[in-house]
């Protein structure tokens, strides 16, 4: 089996904590033109914030929200702010920190978790992100997705291996904790080479991973890809041969932040099969159970 997030914070923090998905207003070096204007092809025009709170003009209304989200369910728990939408170091340090500050204020919230790019990280953001840290927890995570070229190019991730190398290097220097992204099922890629990509991340240092499954989303390339019969998606079965692969490249000291990702149902266009959530976790916990 894997060390999962929900020990992890237990150990960590003496309970269950819950993410709150925030949109902080950000954008992307991909999107604004720096790099690019039509984002990653696999990238919805919310900046895989999907189930993120809408950006309202106000941190503490969208966490509110976020809350009254997972009401019912909490007992007693605590909550992680979470900048999901877009790329959420990607402006000036004045305005990230008053927006980091405003997250991590509340008695209630344990910390930081912040998505964005290792391209986006200047060493002034990441002195930022060293002084959060010593108040609360702050975790960085980085969409790195594969390590393989024709892959890197198809997906225009934009940024060439060794700049993720120096971010994560730099991020544990200040003493923060580092999570990677990677996405299995990409078009070409085998379980053997989505597994060298997980390889790659832990001995960079990573502290935690999140495996994603590559679904199709309405409106973006992805999808005209897939409509025009260019690529195809795994099937469930294969899904588990591809993250069973990865997992054995996982010590039991990193942390496996979630085994799939799914996008809102009312965009995915394929696997339909990834919509069952409940289906699709029990059938992977049971095939990783020893």
């Not at 960590?12 to 720096?34: E, S």
């Not at 053997?192 to 679904?215: C, E, I, P």
């Not at 979630?258 to 995915?268: H, N, V």
Request: glycine content about 12%.
């Amino acid at each position: 089996m894997y060390r999962s997030l929900n020990e992890h914070n237990k150990e960590k923090f003496g309970c269950k904590v819950y993410k709150l998905a925030i949109d902080g207003g950000f954008t992307c070096p991909n999107r604004d033109g720096t790099l690019g204007t039509g984002g990653c092809v696999f990238c919805s025009g919310e900046g895989s914030g999907e189930f993120a709170e809408k950006d309202c003009g106000s941190l503490a209304q969208q966490l509110e929200r976020a809350k009254a989200r997972v009401a019912a369910k909490n007992k007693g728990g605590k909550y992680m702010a979470y900048f999901q939408s877009f790329t959420n170091t990607y402006g000036p340090v004045e305005k990230l920190e008053k927006l980091y500050r405003q997250a991590m204020a509340g008695k209630d919230i344990v910390g930081l978790a912040i998505g964005t790019r290792p391209d986006c990280l200047p060493p002034e953001v990441v002195a930022l992100l060293g002084e959060l840290n010593r108040e609360k927890s702050v975790s960085v995570e980085l969409g790195l997705q594969t390590i393989h070229p024709n892959s890197i190019r198809y997906i225009r991730r934009g940024y060439e291996n060794e700049v993720y190398l120096d971010g994560v290097r730099r991020l544990k220097e200040a003493g923060v904790e580092v999570v990677t992204h990677i996405i299995l099922g990409l078009p070409g890629e085998t379980a053997q080479m989505a597994a060298q990509s997980t390889s790659f991340a832990v001995n960079a240092g990573t502290d935690g991973v999140k495996f994603h499954l590559l679904h199709v989303l309405k409106g973006t390339d992805l999808e005209k890809d897939y409509r025009a019969g260019k690529i195809s998606c795994l099937s469930l079965e294969e899904y588990g041969r591809y993250l069973k692969a990865c997992l054995e490249q996982v010590p039991s000291h990193v942390v496996v932040h979630r085994i799939t990702g799914d996008g809102a149902k009312r965009d995915l266009v394929a696997p339909l099969w990834s919509g069952d959530k409940k289906r699709v976790l029990n059938y992977l916990n049971g095939i990783l159970r020893p």
